[in-house]
C-alpha cells in the first residue's frame, strides 16, 4: 500500500454539473470490431451517440437511462456486424436509415405523454443489421427536465 497515492483532504469529489443545453454537442462512441460493445444500466445520455459495429455487436439499452435532454440522436453503423437499441416503453422512438444486403429495422412508436423524450436512429447497415424498438414491461422513471412516474 505504500505504493498507493495518499488520500486528499476536503473528502468526496463534488458531482458535475448537468450539461448545459447551450453547450456544443459532444458525442459518445460506441465501437466494436470484431468484439462488442454494450452501455446500459443508469447512465446520463447525451444529445448523440454514434455506434459501430463491424464483425461485432454494439448493444445500446436506454431503459435504465437518465434523459437529459428532449431529443437524443443515435447514429449507427453496421458492416458484418449488429446495433441493438432498446428504449423504455413511454419513450418516443422514431428512425430512418438503410440497409444494403442487411437490414434496418426501427419499431416507430409514439409515446402517449407528448412532452415524452424522443429518441431518433439513424444510420446504414451493410451486411449486417440495425434494429431499435421499445422494450417491453420498462419505463422511464424520470429525466432531468421533468419526472415521468407512472
Avoid at 455487436?57 to 449488429?82: M, N, P, S, W, Y
Avoid at 444510420?123 to 424498438?133: D, P, Q, R, S
Wanted: charged share 25%.
Amino acid at each position: 500500500m505504500r505504493d498507493l497515492p495518499a488520500t486528499r483532504e476536503g473528502g468526496p469529489r463534488p458531482l458535475a454539473p448537468l450539461a448545459d443545453p447551450s453547450a456544443p454537442v459532444v458525442a459518445e462512441n460506441l465501437v466494436a470490431v470484431f468484439g462488442g460493445a454494450v452501455r446500459k444500466g443508469r447512465w446520463l445520455v447525451g444529445r448523440r451517440t454514434n455506434a459501430f459495429a463491424c464483425f461485432g455487436g454494439v448493444e445500446i439499452d436506454l431503459t435504465e437511462a437518465v434523459f437529459q435532454h428532449q431529443q437524443i440522436v443515435i447514429h449507427a453503423t453496421a458492416i458484418f456486424g449488429g446495433v441493438e437499441v432498446r428504449v423504455p416503453e413511454n419513450v418516443t422512438l422514431r428512425g430512418s436509415g438503410t440497409g444494403i444486403f442487411g437490414g434496418f429495422e426501427v419499431k416507430t412508436y409514439e409515446a402517449p405523454d407528448p412532452n415524452a423524450p424522443v429518441v431518433i436512429v439513424t444510420g446504414t447497415a451493410i451486411f449486417g443489421g440495425v434494429e431499435a424498438k421499445p422494450k417491453r414491461g420498462k419505463r422511464l422513471k424520470e429525466w432531468v427536465n421533468k419526472r415521468l412516474d407512472g
